[in-house]
């Protein structure tokens, strides 16, 4: 089954403001009945019909400035806001979790993949660099068919006999199968996170997912590391250092 991503903008037209675009993936239990030309809509009807798109599918916007209307034309401006309406689509970070987990469905039923992890001791005693290679790689070798090409997000990359190995700086926004290994790894790890903070609430792992927000960062002084954390983090180093002082 392919993924198909519907494009379009709006404003062209127009004599003020930018041109918009946005790009969407529907999900399978959208009724396409309900969808039509939106110039054949009244704004209401829009309004309540863009809900429905925005919470059963996968959708990002994309615009073009007047400065870039003014220098590029209508036209080009147009194009751009369309390009950058899909880049923002296949890129994990600016997806939402809903979103997400509906796209990590998708790959997983369509393509090949695995996945690969590093421990927190191997964090510890390696570094998250090598670690996070470390992971790279173990999920590459998990991989049920071998890739003739292996294109690795940002300037590092594991080394691994017999394979062809490119790195690509912000490839997530870049690559589509980067972008897809970047939505599937990071649903993977929101799931761990999610399990594991049930039991940490004064943390609220489920919401920063581990990062060091300023209310995570005041838990651990608060209520000091658990077993989960990594010590030799500098901002944990830092609380660490000061609580023995």
């Known amino acids: 089954m392919k993924i198909i991503a519907g494009v379009d903008e709006v404003g062209r037209g127009s004599l003020i403001g930018p041109v918009y675009a946005a790009a969407v993936i529907l999900s399978k239990n ?4 309900e969808l039509k030309d939106s110039k054949k809509l009244n704004k209401n009807k829009r309004e309540v019909l863009a809900k429905y798109i925005k919470k059963n599918s996968i959708w990002a916007i994309g615009k073009a400035s007047i400065k870039e209307i003014e220098k590029i034309n209508i036209l080009h401006a147009s194009l751009l806001a369309m390009k950058r309406a899909v880049k923002k689509l296949i ?4 997806l939402n979790k809903i979103k997400r987990e509906i ?4 790959i997983k039923k369509n393509s090949t993949w695995a996945i690969g992890s590093a421990s927190l001791k191997e964090v510890e005693k390696i570094n998250i660099l090598n670690a996070s290679l470390l992971a790279m790689k173990r999920a590459i ?3 049920k068919k071998k890739p003739e090409l292996v294109i690795i997000d ?8 017999n394979y062809i190995v490119k790195t690509v700086v912000k490839g997530d926004q870049k690559i589509p199968e ?17 399990g594991i903070s049930k039991n940490f609430n004064n943390y609220k792992w489920h ?17 000091g590391i658990t077993k989960f954390h990594r ?8 609380i660490l250092s000061l609580q023995k002082n």
């Open 207 to 223: 919401l920063n997912a581990g990062y060091g927000t300023k209310e995570h960062l005041g838990a651990i002084k608060k209520f």
């Open 103 to 106: 796209l990590a469905k998708y």
């Open 231 to 238: 010590k030799t983090f500098k901002p944990i180093h830092n």
């Open 178 to 194: 980067i972008s897809a290994a970047s939505i599937i790894a990071k649903v993977t790890r929101d799931k761990l996170i999610t």
């Open 91 to 94: 890129d994990s970070k600016k």
């Open 154 to 161: 940002g300037n590092k990359s594991p080394k691994i006999k």
């Open 141 to 143: 070798l998990k991989l």
């Open 30 to 33: 959208i009724n396409k009945k």
